[in-house]
């Protein structure tokens, strides 16, 4: 679902019902069958086809389960923010998991996803890959989220404020500049490899 977004509302203000930021549906096979014409045809429909299949609060942790029979593909679960929840992606089969409070977007105080990292790490206990997303502007940001238990982490705004603005070369450049800064903060810090990144080189 998506949180309660007061500029949204004053706007009125949603891309996704003037079909704008849905490629990925428009363009799923699966998606578009449900459809009696392309989503070109009638954006319309496709978009309350989307509309109704977005927000589907009925959805449990077994349906996870089933997800995990259907496919082979790797699954990777977004939002994890406690270490119980971190569990229960485990047991249910994900292969990964994403720690993120979508940049703070969805619940206004939501705990800082840095802050919940160390927990859901020492939940996981490397028994299957975490990721972080959220606040990564710097090198600085990617050594602290490392240090924590992040096995990667994510870059959302920084390749899509670069492609807005230059393009392909727009977002080479910023991948270029996000990791020499990595690197030259590491050799600051008198690191040689992310593999001696802990939790004992940082302090609040």
């Known amino acids: 679902m998506l949180g309660w977004r007061e500029r949204d509302l004053q706007h009125p203000y949603l891309p996704f019902l003037l079909g704008d930021g849905l490629a990925n549906y428009f363009t799923d ?16 429909a496709a978009i309350r086809l989307w509309a109704g299949l977005f ?47 979508h940049g703070g977007r969805q619940v206004d105080g939501a705990i800082a996803a840095l802050d919940a990292l160390p927990a859901v790490a020492a939940a996981i206990q ?16 990617a050594i602290k989220a490392l240090a924590l238990g992040a096995r990667a982490v994510l870059l959302a705004r920084l ?20 990791l020499a800064d990595l690197d030259l903060t590491m050799g600051l810090s008198g690191f040689r490899s992310v593999r001696e990144l802990d939790a004992s080189i940082l302090e609040k």
Do not use: M
């Open 29 to 44: 096979p699966v998606f578009c069958s449900r459809l009696p014409q392309p989503p070109a045809a009638d954006p319309a």
């Open 55 to 101: 927000s589907n609060t009925a959805l449990t942790w077994t349906d996870l389960s089933w997800l995990r029979r259907q496919t082979k593909l790797p699954i990777v679960l977004k939002g994890i923010l406690h270490p119980d929840d971190a569990r229960l992606a485990l047991d249910h089969g994900v292969d990964a998991i994403i720690v993120s409070n």
């Open 126 to 141: 490397q028994k299957i890959p975490i990721l972080f997303d959220s606040g990564i502007r710097y090198g600085s940001d």
């Open 159 to 178: 390749y899509v404020w670069s492609l807005a603005i230059a393009g392909e070369q727009g977002v080479r450049d910023v991948l270029q500049n996000f």
